[in-house]
């Protein structure tokens, strides 16, 4: 199985700022790779495919970039709404394996 | 709009069985792939089993192969998951989840349902 390692595991941000999480894959993964993002008690809800394409309805404050095996998430201008816990996965292959998280905290 | 709908969770004994359903709405279900994934509580997201839009073809994660089985019925909009000989380990909130598109492979996912909560415990 392919393995998704994300860093920093936890990040401390305040309103406003801008933040990056990194996503590494064990191995070549091309550009199969989203991100989600998980608030407590909720469903994950779906923010970017194939590396940088936005899902619909989510703000352009989210970007994504990379291919093959690092890639990272940026949001911009940090609100309250946005800290949460954000998820990586690759689906160049099954299982579509997750990174263990960013918890992005105030 | 998207709309899926799990249930079927609840608390079971070890060694015992529950088959969770996934109601789908707001899309041509038969046109996509459907996938399970899981969340312990207080853990990361654990992808578990996969099964393409006519259910030819179908995924499980090494830590239910043989134990889990994944199906649809089109006529009905409805996925399911027969979990048997459950552990311990298998307490999760478990998650129906659609693809992006109607290919099996090198697909994303996008709508999420709420989840329904399996806690096994004697």
């Known amino acids: 199985d392919i393995q998704m390692t994300q860093s920093p595991s936890s990040l401390s941000a305040s309103v406003g700022d801008r933040v990056t999480i990194t996503c590494r894959a064990s191995?070549?993964?091309?550009?199969?790779l989203a991100w989600f993002q998980q608030k407590p008690g909720k469903a994950p809800k779906s923010l970017i495919f194939?590396?940088?394409s936005l899902q619909s309805g989510v703000p352009s404050k989210f970007s994504g970039s990379g291919s093959g095996t690092d890639f990272t998430l940026i949001i911009s201008s940090l609100q309250p709404e946005d800290f949460a816990t954000y998820y990586c996965q690759q689906y160049n292959s099954y299982p579509g394996t997750f990174g263990q998280g960013t918890k992005l905290e105030i | 709009e998207v709309q899926l709908v799990e249930s079927g969770g609840g608390l079971v004994q070890p060694g015992g069985s529950l088959r969770l359903s996934c109601s789908a709405s707001g899309f041509t279900f038969s046109n996509y792939a459907m996938h399970w994934v899981r969340q312990a509580p207080g853990k990361g997201l654990e992808y578990v089993s996969a099964i393409s839009s006519n259910g030819g073809s179908t995924y499980y994660a090494d830590s239910v192969k043989g134990r889990f089985t994944i199906s649809r019925d089109n006529s009905k909009n409805t996925l399911y998951l027969q979990m048997s000989s459950l552990r311990a380990e298998d307490t999760a909130v478990y998650y129906c989840?659609?693809?992006?598109?109607?290919?099996?492979?090198?697909?994303?996912?996008?709508?999420w349902g709420q989840g329904t909560l399996v806690t096994v415990s004697s």
């Open positions: 194939a590396a940088s």
């Open positions: 989840v659609k693809s992006l598109s109607g290919n099996y492979y090198y697909v994303p996912v996008d709508y």
């Open positions: 191995q070549g993964i091309s550009n199969y």
